[in-house]
């Protein structure tokens, strides 16, 4: 399938045919010129021959002055005896006299032929057309040979024949009509040489081209297909791979090229890599080491909130928006420590058999005093038999509460709708909202690493952006997906969709991807 798909197979396929269209062409026109040549050729030498040969038996009977009908019936017989040699040749064709307007079926007591060939080797036709002038008529037919006397009935074999005709006045005896038959087996076997000689031209011609064609796509196609081959190395993350440079033509420069291409890409790569590495040492080691302080803030700031209610009403608020504020940034350096994890590869799944309409409804009951707050409710929908599969259930509920706080955030105090509906091959949760939605373009950013729908609009649930980029990863590590859809001002739908079996794809949507 790879050698189909290659530019040298197309290379040569397209040469094959055009080339083979082509030749055929070429061919076809010159074997049928040389064939009408060879024919015509043999058509005026036979007329010309024919017409000596008419005068000549004319002037035989004219000079001999016979009246007698037995000497004109011996005339005849020498004619046609001088004759009598022919085997069918240009020179000597088979000759047969008759007398014009004569019965087709048999031999008048006049009418003669060389090798007893069959009166009917001329059709009734030709004879008719032979009769309405003086000219010479000419026509291809065959001339038919019985092939023994012995037998009841004679079996005759068949050969085809040029066939010329023209009348002939006898004094005394009236008209008749002579016919010679030129065997056209030389000229037949000399253009079926010439065809059988012109198709081996053309395969071969073909095949040498196909050669060159072959030879010379070689010198482009190899190099192409080794920068292909590199390529796929390169993006593969095999960076030690160079393409060979020979020459100095085009396709060395596109050697140099290439390579240099693949250094420049290889040291930017290395350097984004290092940096990467550095980036996420960075942020872990700056999230743990602010633990021990954040800890022990926290544990200072509920000493502080437990007692807020003996201070004065300014003092008691402070205590109050410092332990929110903590709160705020322990959730924010436990996100930080999971996106280190996820850029680092190390998160595992600890997978369970779990019913996933149960971890949606204890999702739901956290985070329904949340939602009241804010002047929500939730509207859930689920199967009436459990919906059992093999998930993280840690991290289900994390992706379960992400989408929910999110639709709690912007769902601007409008009930929130909540579904869990069960394919053949996957399980979805779709999650609601009629709060502000999403703008156009928005369904994919809003996965985006700190990204917020409308960062401006005051929310009594600050969040720090990477809420759902986690939950997105988290629905990956399942083998499946968050989906978001939505219009501006109408409210959003989070879909998220797993398969039931973690090892099968992802091809099943449950949910409509329009609101």
Do not use: C
């Not at 040029?162 to 065997?183: H, P, T």
Request: charged share 25%.
């Amino acid at each position: 399938m790879r050698f189909i798909n290659s530019l040298a197979f197309r290379v040569l396929g397209t040469t094959l045919l055009l080339s083979t269209i082509l030749v055929s062409i070429l061919t076809s026109v010159l074997n049928q010129r040389l064939s009408d040549g060879i024919r015509e050729s043999k058509i005026e030498s036979a007329l010309n021959e024919s017409q000596s040969k008419i005068f000549q038996t004319e002037n035989r009977f004219t000079l001999a002055e016979v009246t007698a009908v037995s000497d004109f019936r011996d005339a005849i017989d020498r004619t046609i005896t001088e004759f009598a040699d022919t085997k069918g040749n240009e020179r000597n064709p088979e000759v047969m006299i008759l007398q014009a307007k004569s019965p087709q079926s048999r031999f008048l007591i006049y009418e003669r032929s060389t090798n007893q060939i069959s009166k009917g080797s001329i059709s009734e036709e030709f004879r008719t057309r032979v009769l309405a002038t003086r000219e010479l008529q000419f026509t291809y037919g065959e001339i038919l040979y019985p092939s023994t006397f012995l037998t009841p009935v004679p079996i005759e074999r068949a050969e085809s024949a040029l066939i010329i005709g023209g009348q002939m006045n006898l004094k005394n005896f009236g008209q008749f009509e002579m016919y010679f038959l030129y065997s056209t087996a030389p000229e037949d076997a000399t253009i079926s040489l010439i065809s059988r000689t012109l198709l081996v031209g053309a395969i071969a011609l073909v095949l040498v081209l196909l050669l060159i064609v072959w030879a010379i796509s070689r010198q482009v196609v190899t190099p192409i297909s080794r920068a292909a081959e590199i390529a796929e190395k390169l993006s593969a993350g095999d960076f030690a791979e160079r393409m060979q440079v020979e020459g100095a033509d085009e396709i060395a420069r596109l050697g140099l090229s290439f390579n240099e291409m693949a250094g420049a890409l290889q040291n930017q790569i290395s350097r984004l890599e290092n940096l990467s590495r550095v980036q996420q040492r960075f942020v872990s080691d700056v999230s743990h080491e602010l633990r021990t302080p954040l800890t022990t803030l926290k544990m200072a700031s509920d000493l502080i909130y437990r007692q807020r209610h003996e201070f004065d009403p300014t003092i008691s608020r402070s205590a109050e928006l410092l332990s929110a504020q903590l709160e705020r940034f322990e959730n924010l350096l436990t996100e930080l420590l999971e996106v280190s994890r996820f850029d680092a590869g190390v998160v595992n799944l600890e997978p369970e058999i779990t019913d996933i309409s149960a971890l949606v409804e204890r999702s739901l009951e956290a985070l329904t005093p949340i939602a009241e707050e804010n002047g929500s409710t939730f509207r859930y929908t689920h199967p009436a038999t459990p919906v059992m599969t093999v998930v993280d259930p840690r991290r289900m509920d994390r992706i379960l509460r992400n989408l929910l706080s999110n639709a709690i955030s912007y769902g601007e105090g409008k009930p929130i709708d909540v579904e869990v509906r069960v394919g053949e091959k996957s399980i979805a949760v779709a999650v609601r909202d009629y709060g502000i939605g999403l703008r156009k373009g928005e369904e994919t950013r809003v996965f985006d690493r700190f990204w917020r729908a409308d960062p401006s609009r005051e929310r009594t649930r600050g969040g720090t952006g990477l809420g759902l980029s986690i939950a997105q990863e988290d629905a990956q590590l399942h083998g499946g997906v968050i989906e978001a859809t939505g219009q501006y001002g109408r409210g959003s739908l989070f879909v998220l969709t797993i398969p039931r079996d973690r090892s099968d794809e992802l091809t099943e949507k449950l949910f409509p991807r329009t609101i």
